[in-house]
């Protein structure tokens, strides 16, 4: 079983910047990918930015630029950093952990609240 944790959401100005990790552990060997999707009131879950073993990053188009996702392959750490935030990145950050061969394994998410 894999357990994801999220941190370091919080309530930041617009034009502030904000870095989220996600540690994950439990039964896992190795991780094939690590990622970040986000889901604001009254929307549907969407991608942010996921990263593989191979450290091949994926992002959602019109967040590239701004978030950059990273990690620390050795402590199964993912972090995403987030610059120049607007209100409208207001969500729910979920976390998902990919072991080879095996489902994604989801935190509980972390707030992202960004006030004009």
């Known amino acids: 079983q894999v357990q994801v944790v999220e941190s370091g959401g919080g309530l930041v100005q617009a034009g502030g910047s904000l870095r989220l990790s996600c540690a994950a552990s439990?039964?896992?060997?190795?991780?094939?990918?690590m990622g970040w999707y986000r889901q604001a009131p009254g929307k549907q879950r969407e991608l942010v930015a996921t990263i593989t073993s191979g450290g091949t990053t994926n992002y959602a188009g019109s967040l590239k630029g701004r978030f950059t996702i990273s990690r620390d392959k050795a402590r199964n750490t993912v972090y995403l950093q987030m610059n120049g935030l607007k209100p409208e990145d207001t969500a729910v950050y979920y976390c998902f952990a990919e072991p080879w061969g095996l489902g994604r394994s989801w935190g509980q998410g972390t707030q992202v609240t960004v006030s004009s």
């Open positions: 439990g039964s896992i060997f190795n991780l094939s990918a």
